[in-house]
């Protein structure tokens, strides 16, 4: 059974930072192409990042240069690094494994405010 889930999101100010992780349990994470989204209050799912062995990584256009995906596949996890974050990034961001459809997890909130 796959298992999918998220963790690191809270409330912080404009500029400040975040580090999510997301972490698997029944696949070999290290060969699975990873994904976060995010799905702002009352809007759409976006994809943000995704990762795949051998390329580069893949960034949504507004968090290029400020978010930072990695890997490490000896703790089955994914991070997103969530740097000069502002307003406009508050979601719940979500992970997902695999290509669509994947496994998603339950996602974690993240709220820029002051």
């Known amino acids: 059974q796959v298992q999918v889930v998220e963790s690191g999101g809270g409330l912080v100010q404009p500029g400040g930072s975040l580090r999510l992780a997301c972490t698997t349990s029944g696949i070999n994470m290290a060969f699975w192409s990873m994904y976060w989204y995010r799905q702002p209050p009352g809007k759409e799912r976006e994809f943000v990042a995704s990762?795949?062995?051998?390329?580069?990584?893949v960034y949504l256009e507004s968090v290029r240069g400020r978010f930072t995906i990695s890997r490490d596949s000896a703790k089955s996890t994914v991070y997103l690094q969530l740097d000069s974050l502002k307003p406009e990034d508050t979601a719940v961001y979500l992970c997902r494994a695999g290509r669509s459809p994947g496994y998603w997890g339950q996602g974690t909130q993240v709220t820029v405010s002051s």
């Open positions: 990762i795949t062995s051998g390329r580069d990584p």
